[in-house]
């Protein structure tokens, strides 16, 4: 079921074929968006940005791309306003992680069955003026000029380094990849030069510095720069050891990711497991990783997980996995 929240184009909204469970009228600000949807399933949003109050302040729409997941939400765009055709504004919104947006009607459900991922709308950031680059320095209005993956262990020893390195290697199929790690060193183990370990409060700039690079990796272990990703993956080994370690030492973790993308790695749960891990917890498991070896090509696990984050097209890791399956058999 999809969802709409509508104000000046809600007669257009009114007449695409979907099936709506809720839906809104009128002007709304961001916080009353995310308090009525963070925790409401839904297919698709279609969200009329006029229904958005202020929305040219672009802190509202950095706030709510952080909170709703918006690789299900397809912005309608005021085709009257000339921000709506501003290359900068279109720019920014990339930046936010917001692929799928239109000022077209006709192309609405276009969008709904062939959703963008990165790569389709990745050109507009090369025409991204800088506008409002004081905004940056601010580190609650960061927002990244690339991709930037952060990756959390929230049990201990979850497998945030080794995982970052699997993605690397099958993100680099797609795109040029540099893999960061905050305050540690154990990415020199791996012997890659597509690695660097940077203090905390040196991640922009390094960042700035390597702008010929389309997706960063970030290992953020124990560091509270989140805010500085477009995704972040909060990693959860759900052993019987590993959850009661943390549940002693940090009762309040697991209701500190809730709404957030948790991922299950170096996971043996079967899908009922899952299912009772999420009742047990309240937790809507992401994606789940089974024990993986790092000396081997992992694409058959990383891919969907790439597919759904939006970096990679399902037809594109189709027609990858078949140009490998047909050199298997050469």
């Known amino acids: 079921m999809d969802t709409v929240i509508s104000n000046k184009y809600s007669s257009v909204l009114n007449e695409l074929d979907i099936e709506v469970s809720k839906k809104l009228e009128g002007e709304y600000t961001v916080d009353e968006i995310i308090s009525q949807f963070k925790n409401f399933f839904f297919n698709k949003m279609f969200l009329d940005i006029t229904a ?39 720019a920014k919104l990339v930046n936010m992680g917001i692929y799928n947006f239109t000022k077209d009607k006709n192309s609405l459900m276009y969008l709904y069955t062939n959703p963008n991922v990165y790569r389709d709308v990745a050109y507009l950031q090369k025409i991204d003026t800088g506008e409002n680059n004081s905004s940056t320095t601010n580190s609650s209005h960061f ?38 790690e905050v305050d540690k060193r154990d990415f ?53 050891l590993k959850l009661n370690k943390l549940a ?28 009772d891990f999420e009742v047990e917890t309240r937790i809507k498991v992401y994606y789940n990783i089974p024990p993986l070896n790092d000396k081997k090509d992992n694409s058959d696990v990383l891919l969907p997980l790439l597919v759904k984050l939006g970096y990679i097209k399902e037809e594109e890791s ?10 298997k058999f050469k």
């Open 143 to 180: 927002v990244p000029s690339r991709r930037i993956i952060g990756i959390k262990n929230i049990t201990d020893s979850a497998g945030a380094t080794s995982l970052i390195y699997m993605l690397k290697k099958v993100l680099s199929n797609y795109y040029s990849v540099m893999a960061l």
């Open 318 to 327: 189709a027609k990858k996995k078949s140009i490998f399956d047909f050199l």
């Open 52 to 90: 958005i109050k202020d929305y040219k302040d672009l802190t509202n729409l950095q706030k709510l791309s952080m909170s709703i997941d918006m690789d299900k939400v397809i912005l309608l765009l005021d085709k009257d306003d000339s921000i709506s055709d501003s290359e900068p504004f279109l």
């Open 248 to 275: 002693m030492i940090n009762p309040k973790a697991l209701n500190d990711i809730k709404g957030q993308k948790v991922v299950l790695n170096k996971s043996l749960l079967s899908e009922s497991e899952i299912a």
């Open 188 to 240: 020199t183990y791996f012997k890659d030069k597509d690695t660097l370990t940077v203090k905390s409060d040196e991640i922009s700039t390094v960042i700035d510095k390597y702008n010929s690079i389309d997706i960063f990796l970030l290992d953020l272990n124990k560091s509270n720069k989140d805010y500085l990703c477009t995704d972040v993956l909060y990693l959860i080994e759900p052993s019987i």
